[in-house]
């Protein structure tokens, strides 16, 4: 799935080129990483799943100590209509990857009260529309147990907090050849992926992926999979216990990776393990009904 760069961003909803200098060097997120973000995949200019998106958006603000506008609770869909002009400014016609990014506009030390925010939202274009799966397996790793992560309220969401720790995983993943590795947080738990997200393993017709406290981001894909393409399939969805490495053995018939920017890729191989991928097209195949049923 090839992504292309929009030349129009939003920027606490007026309309700003992409290439312009709209932040300053003390602007939070870029000083500071103070920032949380949201990914969006649409149909058109139809955002999929958006009420979902947005309730996992203010349940990050909130725990991350930042006041929600108004705006942000779309009452009468202000908010959306917005991301859709920014979607047909950019003459996007397919799908898109759409990016909320929301940052601390100041700082009191001393104030207990949520801070006010800024917010800045980008448009990537899709060459196609809904998901496909990749055609070549992945081969996946984990990774060394000096770059465990430590679990905690905000690895939920999608911050800054733990990207220096993915980045150093991906260059490990990309020395080791590997097309993504596991990582692994410091109870010696699988918590997700470090390029493409949630985890899954399907046996038999369970189908398994880590528990929020452990520390893999409550992406609104992973949702829709739980919640909504695995009843479908009567599928058992399991995602309330731990997942170990040791879990990962012969009687593993399936694995996948998911998110809301990459969809679904399927895991070919891990060390000695191979695995199919005919459950996982199945599951594939449901979640883009679901999701061209959003347009």
């Known amino acids: 799935m090839a992504v292309s760069a929009c030349p129009y961003i ?3 909803g007026n309309f700003h080129m992409a290439s312009s200098s709209v ?19 649409t149909c058109a ?6 009420d979902m998106h947005l309730q996992h958006l203010r349940e990050g603000m909130k ?3 930042m006041a929600i506008p108004e705006k942000f609770l779309n009452k009468n869909g202000e908010f959306s209509r917005e991301i859709s002009k920014l979607i047909t400014k950019n003459r996007v016609f397919r799908g898109s990857v759409i990016t909320i990014l929301v940052f601390r506009a100041d700082f009191t030390p001393k104030s207990i009260s949520p801070d006010p925010i800024e917010y800045a939202v980008q448009c990537e274009a899709l060459d196609e529309l809904g998901f496909s799966l990749n055609s070549k397996g992945l081969k996946l790793g984990v990774v060394n147990k000096d770059l465990s992560m430590t679990a905690s ?21 990309f020395k080791d050849r590997l097309d993504d590795v596991m990582i692994i947080n410091n109870a010696g738990h699988i918590v997700e992926t470090a390029n493409n997200g949630n985890i899954f393993i399907i046996k038999g017709d369970t189908l398994h992926t880590p528990p929020l406290a452990d520390g893999c981001r ?13 009843p479908e399939l009567g ?48 599951i ?12």
């Open 235 to 282: 599928m058992t969805a399991v995602s309330d216990k731990p997942l170990l490495l040791t879990d990962l053995n012969n009687k593993v018939e399936e694995m996948f990776v998911a998110s809301t920017r990459t969809g679904i890729q399927w895991v070919a191989a891990y060390k000695t393990l191979r695995f199919m991928r005919s459950k996982t097209t199945n």
């Open 218 to 230: 409550a992406d609104v894909m992973r949702r829709v999979i739980l919640e909504k393409v695995a």
């Open 23 to 41: 932040f300053t060097i003390s602007n939070r997120a870029f000083a500071y990483g103070d920032c949380i973000r949201e990914t969006i995949h």
């Open 10 to 12: 939003l920027l606490n």
């Open 45 to 50: 200019d139809r955002l999929c799943f958006f």
């Open 153 to 173: 309220t905000l690895s939920n969401f999608h911050t800054s907090d733990n990207e220096i720790l993915r980045v150093a995983i991906r260059k490990q993943c």
């Open 284 to 295: 594939l195949n449901k979640l883009s009904q679901l999701y061209e049923s959003q347009q």
């Open 63 to 65: 725990a991350a100590m």
